[in-house]
């Protein structure tokens, strides 16, 4: 047997063994519960870029003032709180995240905001 025999044979059987571990990897790839991870995870990126409180213009008078409002509620009979925009639980006894003072936290809030609607039109929630 000459050296371009051999070049075949083990060409061959490094062909067979490559099919054999993408055979393998398409027969254990379950296309369902790849796709409830990747839910999971853009879910905890959603809740981790909400900024739980919704910036508006309160144009009174044209002064342009903003109107900081909190995305919180709570449902009766029960002491936890939830983002109405991500749907994270604040447990009772949590301290919620403070109110915004100033307008550099204004502007962050308003920039995370739009990082969060980008991220949720990714995701397909808006």
């Not at 029960?78 to 919620?96: K, M, N, S």
């Amino acid at each position: 047997m000459d050296l371009s025999g051999l070049l075949y044979v083990v060409g061959a059987v490094g062909v067979v063994l490559i099919g054999l571990v993408a055979f393998r990897f398409i027969a254990t790839f379950d296309l369902n519960k790849w796709q409830e991870r990747k839910d999971k995870k853009m879910q905890v990126r959603l809740m981790n870029a909400c900024p739980h409180y919704l910036v508006t213009l309160a144009d009174n008078d044209g002064k342009g003032d903003v109107k900081i409002q909190p995305l919180y509620v709570t449902t009766y009979g029960t002491t936890d709180w939830f983002c109405t925009q991500c749907r994270t639980v604040f447990p009772g006894g949590l301290i919620l995240p403070q109110k915004p003072r100033g307008m550099k936290e204004v502007e962050a809030l308003i920039k995370q905001q739009e990082e969060f609607q980008k991220l949720a039109r990714k995701a397909g929630v808006v």
